[in-house]
T-cell receptor, first 116, second 112 residues
Framework: GAGVSQSPRYKVAKRGQDVALRCDPISGHVSLFWYQQALGQGPEFLTYFQNEAQLDKSGLPSDRFFAERPEGSVSTLKIQRTQQEDSAVYLC??????????????FGEGSRLTVL | GNSVTQMEGPVTLSEEAFLTINCTYTATGYPSLFWYVQYPGEGLQLLLKATKADDKGSNKGFEATYRKETTSFHLEKGSVQVSDSAVYFCALIPGSARQLTFGSGTQLTVLP
């Protein structure tokens, strides 16, 4: 389809395992965001890319979280040594515009991570 | 800091009832305000937005007016349908920031 695609949709990990979550934004979209959504809460900002440049990573909760977008298209969010508090839905969103204005973000359906 | 406070849910209404979901905000500068909706099994979608004071955003029968004096952006619909059942999120982008700040969401269930 033409929307933002995320994979896997569901991931169960044992505590201490590393996980990688993938985001395929809409083709040509410049801006890409990652958000974390805990159960019953609103999404919380993790990090922002403009093309391949990671311009803001202030929302990453610890140095176990790492994101990349090497060619300015697909992005991967990696979580090392997962812990139970990492259990959440991870949302990816993209936009054709540079961030900082009232432009619309297009969200994927999210990757639900459960850490046992 | 920047924050959004939403009316707590869940909200259950009968079809054709009037809907109001309250949203108030705290922000530096002059934020843009948004309502996003998440239907079951789908990603977040923009419902409507307003970029300056007294602007009214509207879409699919929903409306919200940017009230600077009360720092509010309440969502309203005159007659809800079963298909409006979803989670609704109020959000803002402050003038100097890039990312959305979301409220905690309000679950709406409309019964036939």
């Amino acid at each position: 389809g033409a929307g933002v695609s995320q994979s896997p949709r569901y991931k169960v990990a044992k505590r201490g395992q590393d996980v990688a979550l993938r985001c395929d934004p809409i083709s040509g979209h410049v801006s890409l965001f990652w958000y974390q959504q805990a159960l019953g809460q609103g999404p919380e900002f993790l990090t922002y890319f403009q093309n391949e440049a990671q311009l803001d990573k202030s929302g990453l909760p610890s140095d176990r979280f790492f994101a990349e977008r090497p060619e300015g298209s697909v992005s991967t969010l990696k979580i090392q040594r997962t812990q139970q508090e990492d259990s959440a839905v991870y949302l990816c969103a993209s936009s054709p515009k540079l961030a900082g204005g009232p432009g619309e973000l297009f969200f994927g359906e999210g990757s639900r991570l459960t850490v046992l | 800091g920047n924050s959004v406070t939403q009316m707590e849910g869940p909200v259950t209404l009968s079809e054709e009832a009037f809907l109001t979901i309250n949203c108030t905000y705290t922000a530096t500068g002059y934020p843009s305000l948004f309502w996003y909706v998440q239907y079951p099994g789908e990603g977040l979608q923009l419902l409507l937005k307003a970029t300056k004071a007294d602007d009214k955003g509207s879409n699919k029968g929903f409306e919200a007016t940017y009230r600077k004096e009360t720092t509010s952006f309440h969502l309203e619909k005159g007659s809800v349908q079963v298909s409006d059942s979803a989670v609704y999120f109020c959000a803002l982008i402050p003038g100097s920031a890039r990312q959305l700040t979301f409220g905690s969401g309000t679950q709406l269930t409309v019964l036939p």
